[in-house]
């Protein structure tokens, strides 16, 4: 079973299309955010922290959302908000405050057309979620819907953050450029 787990990460990481256009994006706003805010929940939240630790090794100003002590987003900042169904809420419910307030909004998230990609200024596109059959995370978990061998939606958060260590690469060997 583990080699047959290992081979779909592989095999589901390869397949990952992720244009120039985003990544460029992507690190254009991370670079020009005079603070940078991180937003998910759940396994989602866990990649945000890691990417948070991360990217603070560059000297940027960086906070988890969930953090006791974090403050007020404004114009300027960036926020990246991870939700493999786009509609997770309060990361939804943040993305929309940040967008409204002028902060730059990068979602990472399986579905394009979901409520999250709509309201960011970049989505990038990570399959790996299914549709569910409710929008409840914790029903979700509680119900047991899972993906095939990845249980906990675990090939999107893989994906994620492999993309997101892809990302913190690049701007800490050639400024993002």
Known sequence: MLRLVIEEIVSHIKCMDIDDKTIDLVKKYLKEGSRIFVCGFGESELVGVAFASRIKRLHKEVFVVTETIVP???????????????????TLTIAKKANKIGAKVISVTSFSNSSLAQISDVVVEIPGRIKAKTKNYIERRVAGEYEPLTPFGA????????????IIAELANNGGE
């Open 72 to 90: 007020a987003i404004e114009e300027g900042d960036a926020l990246l908000a991870i939700s493999g169904s786009g509609d997770t809420e309060p």
């Open 155 to 166: 090939l999107f958060e893989i994906s994620t953050r492999i993309f997101l260590e892809g």
